[in-house]
C-alpha cells in the first residue's frame, strides 16, 4: 500500500497490555518517543505537537495481552535519509520491552527515494539464464583460510557445474589468506573462463564487507574484474550503504543482502513468546527491498538457526508481496539457506514455490569432495535445472503430435508398448553403465571424450580433483555409481592416466579398492611397489600411504575402477620426497 498524505506508517506489536485503555497509552507515548522525546504537556498546542508529533491512528486487540498499535509520522521527519526513516521507526523504541515493528507503509514521495531493487526476481532470472519455472541456484566459495588461487579454482569448478551464482562466504572479506582485490580478480577470471567454454551465465558475488570508507571503492573494483553482483551486510555495513550501492548507476549490479548481524534487529524475536525487535518479514523482507536488495538469504527453517517455518514463509511472503509496497517495486529472490542440504530442496520447493534463489554450502562442496564440479551438477538437477527437464518436455511435446496415418486418412494401429531399455543417469534405480571403449590411448594423451554411457547419455569425465597445486598429473575422473541420487554406501570411479602420470601422494582414514580396466600401471603403498595389469585388484588399508602411476616409458594409458566409502574423510597430501603432510 502506499499513502498520499505525506505521511508514513508503522504498525507495533504491543505485549503485556493491561487494558486497550493501557495499550492505547504506550502508543501515544511511542509516538511521543519516536518524534520529540519530550512528556506531551511540553507540546501541546505547540506547532510541533501539531506536526511533527507521531498520530496514533488506531489500536486494536490481537491476543491476550497482545495489540496492534498503527502509528503514522509526517514524512518530513525522516529528512529524505534512509538512516534517520529508520531511526523514526524504530529508533529509541527499538530499547523497549515488548515492543516490536510488524510492518511499514509507506508515503508515494518516500517510496520515489527509495524504489528497491534494480533487478529483482526477472532481472536475475534474465541475467543467469534461468527459467522461469525452478529456482535459482546459489553456493558460496570456502571455508576462511583457503588461498585465492584455490578459490578461484574452486568457483571455476562450480561454475562449470552450473551453479547461477557463487558468491563469497560472508566471512571473506580481506584476510591475508586470500587478500580482496586478489580473490576478486582470480575469482571474477575463473567464472568468465567456465561461462566461455560452456556457454553458460554464471555470475561471481564477492563480498564487500569493508570499512565505511572502502566499502565503495571495493564494490567499483568488483565492478571493474567483471563481478556479476554484490554480497552485502547491511547488519554491519548499514542499510544506507546497501541501498546507495542498489542506487549507483556506475555500479548496476544485483545486490544480494546477507543476514550476518542481523539477528540483533529481532530482539530475540526468535524466541517463543518474546515481543521485541523487528519481525522477521520486515527485517529480512520489506527493508532490504526498499533498500534496493535483489536477493535477500535468510536462515530457513530446520537448519543451524531456530526460525520456525511460518517465520519463514511470511519472510518469502515479503519479499514477493505486490501489495505491501509500492506496485512499481520490484520483488526479490527469498534465498532460504543456513545449513540447508541437497536432499531438503524438494521440500523447499513445495513449501515456497519455485521463485527461490536456493543456497547450499557445505552439502554442495561435501557432495564430491574432489570435484565440486559433480556437486553443482546434482544440486541444479535437484532444482530441476537438469536435462532430466529438458527430456521431459520433448517427451510431453512427442506424446501430444499428431498420430501417423495409413495414407488415407485413417489412424495407424498402434505398436505394442515395450519396456524401455534405457534408464536416466540421474536418480536412486537401475542403471547400466556401457563402456564405449576401453581401448587404451597412445602417444601420451588422455581420451577427449567419455568412455562411458547410461543408456543414451554419456556419463561425464571431469577433473581428477579440484586443487590449485595440482599435486597430480595427466589423470582424470568419472564418477559412475554414488553421486546422482544412488543410495549405496560406496562410490565407484573410473580413473585414467596417462604415460608419465600419477595420481597424488597421499594418505586417508577410508579404504579402497582399485581394478585395472585398461593398460598398465604401478601402485605404491606404503614401501610396496606392485606393477599392475587388467584382472588385478589392489586393496589400500586405511591410512596408508599410497600413489598409482602410470610410467612414462609406457605407451598406453592406465585406466582402473576405484571403489570408496560414500562417508569418507578428506585426502591428506604427502610430500613424496619428504614423506611428511604438505601444508
Given at each position: 500500500m502506499v499513502r498520499t498524505d505525506g505521511r508514513f506508517a508503522v504498525t507495533y506489536l504491543l505485549a503485556n497490555c493491561a487494558s486497550l485503555e493501557d495499550a492505547q497509552r504506550r502508543a501515544k507515548d511511542i509516538a511521543l518517543e519516536q518524534t520529540v522525546e519530550l512528556p506531551a504537556a511540553l507540546v501541546e498546542d505547540t506547532w510541533c505537537?501539531?506536526?511533527?508529533?507521531?498520530?496514533?491512528?488506531?489500536?486494536?486487540?490481537?491476543?491476550?495481552?497482545?495489540?496492534?498499535?498503527?502509528?503514522?509520522?509526517?514524512?518530513?521527519?525522516?529528512?529524505?535519509?534512509?538512516?534517520?526513516?529508520?531511526?523514526?521507526i524504530f529508533g529509541n523504541t527499538s530499547i523497549y520491552p515488548g515492543v516490536q515493528v510488524t510492518d511499514v507503509e509507506l508515503s508515494s514521495r518516500l517510496h520515489s527515494l527509495y524504489p528497491g531493487p534494480k533487478f529483482g526476481i526477472d532481472g536475475l532470472r534474465e541475467l543467469c539464464g534461468a527459467p522461469n519455472n525452478a529456482p535459482l541456484v546459489m553456493t558460496a566459495l570456502k571455508p576462511m583460510g583457503t588461498s585465492a588461487a584455490d578459490l578461484a579454482h574452486m568457483a571455476y569448478r562450480l561454475a562449470v557445474g552450473g551453479c547461477d551464482i557463487i558468491k563469497d562466504d560472508h566471512g571473506l572479506a580481506n584476510q591475508k589468506y586470500a587478500p580482496y582485490e586478489e580473490?576478486?580478480?582470480?575469482?571474477?577470471?575463473?567464472?568468465?573462463?567456465?561461462?566461455?567454454?560452456?556457454?553458460?551465465?554464471?555470475?561471481?558475488?564477492?563480498?564487500?564487507?569493508?570499512?565505511?570508507?572502502?566499502?565503495?571503492?571495493?564494490?567499483?573494483?568488483?565492478?571493474?574484474?567483471?563481478?556479476?553482483?554484490?554480497?552485502?551486510?547491511?547488519?554491519?555495513?548499514?542499510?544506507?550503504?546497501?541501498?546507495?550501492?542498489?542506487?549507483?548507476?556506475?555500479?548496476?549490479?544485483?545486490?544480494?543482502?546477507?543476514?550476518?548481524?542481523?539477528?540483533?534487529?529481532?530482539?530475540?524475536?526468535?524466541?517463543?513468546?518474546?515481543?521485541?525487535?523487528?519481525?522477521?518479514?520486515?527485517?529480512?523482507?520489506i527493508l532490504p527491498r526498499l533498500c534496493g536488495a535483489d536477493a535477500c538469504i535468510f536462515p530457513n527453517y530446520g537448519g543451524?538457526?531456530?526460525?520456525?517455518?511460518?517465520?519463514?514463509?511470511?519472510?518469502?511472503?515479503?519479499?514477493?508481496?505486490?501489495?505491501?509496497?509500492?506496485?512499481?517495486?520490484?520483488?526479490?529472490?527469498?534465498?532460504?539457506?543456513?545449513?540447508?542440504?541437497?536432499?531438503?530442496?524438494?521440500?523447499?520447493?513445495?513449501?515456497?514455490?519455485?521463485?527461490?534463489?536456493?543456497?547450499?554450502?557445505?552439502?554442495?562442496?561435501?557432495?564430491?569432495?574432489?570435484?565440486?564440479?559433480?556437486?553443482?551438477?546434482?544440486?541444479?538437477?535437484?532444482?530441476?535445472?537438469?536435462?532430466?527437464?529438458?527430456?521431459?518436455?520433448?517427451?510431453?511435446?512427442?506424446?501430444?503430435?499428431?498420430?501417423?496415418?495409413?495414407?488415407?486418412?485413417?489412424?495407424?494401429p498402434a505398436k505394442a508398448a515395450r519396456p524401455t531399455r534405457f534408464t536416466p543417469l540421474e536418480g536412486n534405480h537401475g542403471k547400466l553403465f556401457t563402456c564405449t571403449d576401453?581401448?587404451?590411448?597412445?602417444?601420451?594423451?588422455?581420451?577427449?571424450?567419455?568412455?562411458?554411457?547410461?543408456?543414451?547419455?554419456?556419463?561425464?569425465?571431469?577433473?581428477?580433483?579440484?586443487?590449485?597445486?595440482?599435486?597430480?598429473?595427466?589423470?582424470?575422473?568419472?564418477?559412475?555409481?554414488?553421486?546422482?541420487?544412488?543410495?549405496?554406501?560406496?562410490?565407484?570411479?573410473?580413473?585414467?592416466?596417462?604415460?608419465?602420470?600419477?595420481?597424488?601422494?597421499e594418505h586417508h582414514v577410508h579404504e579402497h579398492v582399485v581394478i585395472p580396466l585398461s593398460g598398465k600401471g604401478e601402485a605404491q603403498v606404503l614401501g610396496r611397489m606392485w606393477d599392475m595389469k587388467v584382472g588385478d585388484v589392489c586393496y589400500v588399508a586405511p591410512r596408508e600411504i599410497h600413489q598409482f602411476r602410470n610410467p612414462a616409458e609406457n605407451t598406453e594409458s592406465f585406466g582402473f575402477l576405484c571403489i570408496v566409502n560414500s562417508n569418507r574423510d578428506r585426502p591428506v597430501t604427502v610430500d613424496p620426497n619428504t614423506k611428511t603432510v604438505c601444508g
Open positions: 505537537g501539531a506536526n511533527v508529533v507521531g498520530k496514533v491512528e488506531g489500536v486494536k486487540p490481537k491476543s491476550d495481552g497482545l495489540f496492534l498499535a498503527n502509528i503514522s509520522y509526517d514524512d518530513d521527519t525522516a529528512g529524505d535519509e534512509l538512516t534517520q526513516l529508520i531511526n523514526v580473490r576478486v580478480k582470480l575469482c571474477s577470471a575463473a567464472v568468465a573462463r567456465a561461462n566461455a567454454e560452456t556457454g553458460k551465465k554464471c555470475i561471481y558475488a564477492p563480498c564487500v564487507n569493508a570499512p565505511a570508507h572502502l566499502v565503495h571503492s571495493r564494490a567499483m573494483f568488483a565492478k571493474q574484474q567483471g563481478a556479476g553482483a554484490l554480497l552485502v551486510l547491511p547488519g554491519i555495513c548499514g542499510f544506507d550503504a546497501m541501498r546507495a550501492l542498489a542506487a549507483d548507476s556506475s555500479l548496476n549490479l544485483p545486490i544480494l543482502c546477507h543476514p550476518a548481524m542481523l539477528g540483533l534487529g529481532l530482539g530475540g524475536s526468535s524466541t517463543p513468546g518474546c515481543v521485541h525487535g523487528f519481525s522477521h518479514e520486515v527485517l529480512f523482507g543451524r538457526f531456530g526460525f520456525t517455518k511460518d517465520e519463514c514463509q511470511a519472510i518469502c511472503d515479503a519479499c514477493w508481496s505486490t501489495s505491501r509496497l509500492a506496485p512499481t517495486t520490484k520483488p526479490c529472490l527469498p534465498s532460504p539457506g543456513g545449513g540447508m542440504t541437497l536432499e531438503r530442496i524438494g521440500e523447499m520447493r513445495e513449501v515456497f514455490g519455485n521463485d527461490l534463489l536456493l543456497l547450499i554450502g557445505g552439502s554442495l562442496l561435501g557432495h564430491d569432495r574432489d570435484d565440486v564440479a559433480n556437486g553443482a551438477r546434482y544440486f541444479m538437477k535437484c532444482a530441476g535445472r537438469g536435462d532430466d527437464d529438458q527430456r521431459e518436455q520433448k517427451g510431453k511435446e512427442k506424446a501430444t503430435a499428431p498420430a501417423p496415418d495409413d495414407g488415407d486418412g485413417n489412424p495407424r576401453l581401448t587404451p590411448t597412445a602417444g601420451g594423451e588422455l581420451p577427449t571424450e567419455s568412455r562411458w554411457m547410461c543408456g543414451k547419455e554419456p556419463v561425464p569425465t571431469s577433473a581428477y580433483k579440484q586443487d590449485a597445486k595440482q599435486t597430480w598429473s595427466k589423470i582424470n575422473r568419472t564418477e559412475l555409481i554414488g553421486m546422482r541420487g544412488e543410495s549405496t554406501h560406496f562410490h565407484v570411479r573410473y580413473f585414467e592416466i596417462a604415460p608419465g602420470g600419477h595420481s597424488t601422494f
